[in-house]
């Protein structure tokens, strides 16, 4: 069961994205259950947390700042489910397009993307920090949809 996230969730969230690992910071994800200009989905299984999205609203678009799923639960649809909750929530803020940024080397992050429509439009030269915690930097591809 997907349902937008509430202050109550907070210790859920943080318990799935610390093995999630999806580089949300706490005071971020905290900041974003507060706020009126973002939207933290959850999608339920059993009373437990499996997966998250985060939108943020800006003046026109929506950015997907970050989508979390637990490692066992990966290659099941939790991501599709809840990238079809947050394309829902943007049209409800009647956003004209849903823009993010996903690492160059996340292939199952951009096929998820490509099949629901996103396209590139961009590309951040060194703009993460290597994935595996070394020396170094990845780029970042910019995609965008239509609401």
């Known amino acids: 069961m997907i349902t937008e996230l509430r202050d109550n969730d907070v210790s859920a969230l943080e318990a799935l994205e610390a093995c999630a690992l999806s580089g949300v910071s706490t005071a971020l994800l905290r900041e974003a259950l507060e706020a009126d200009t973002a939207c ?83 590309f951040r030269r060194n703009y993460y920090p290597a994935a595996d915690g070394g020396a170094g930097q990845e780029s970042a591809l910019l995609m965008s949809r239509s609401v």
């Open 40 to 122: 933290v989905m959850g999608n339920w299984q059993e009373n437990q947390l499996i997966g998250y999205a985060l939108l943020a609203r800006l003046p026109y678009d929506a950015e997907l700042q970050a989508i979390g799923v637990r490692p066992e639960q990966r290659g099941q649809g939790v991501g599709d489910r809840l990238l079809k909750a947050v394309l829902a929530v943007a049209a409800r803020w009647q956003s004209e397009r849903v823009l993010l940024e996903v690492r160059e080397s996340n292939a199952a992050a951009i096929r998820l993307y490509q099949g629901a429509g996103f396209q590139q439009d961009g």
